[in-house]
């Protein structure tokens, strides 16, 4: 199954923001959407900071956007993030 490079962007109030350098790829937008719940825990869990504005705005590898999800959005625990990622 051919997989594309998606990037996770962590964006809040104010301009704050978190850029994924690094990208992922990942071979259907389920699975974006289940990476973008990961990235988001794993923020929240790292940090004491206010996430109820941020949101995760993911673009593929020609820079269009693909999903932007809410951290509040985020109910369940996923899988834990890979260390890779």
């Not at 719940?37 to 590898?61: I, S």
């Amino acid at each position: 199954m051919p997989t594309r490079l998606y990037r996770f962007h962590c964006v809040g109030p104010g301009g704050d923001a978190i850029f994924d350098l690094r990208g992922r790829r990942l071979p259907t937008l389920a699975q974006v959407r289940a990476h973008a719940d990961r990235v988001a825990l794993a923020h929240m869990e790292a940090g004491e900071a206010d996430w109820t504005r941020w949101f995760v705005d993911v673009h593929d590898d020609r820079g269009r956007r693909t999903l932007v999800r809410a951290f509040t959005a985020v109910r369940l625990r996923p899988d834990p993030l890979p260390r890779d990622a």
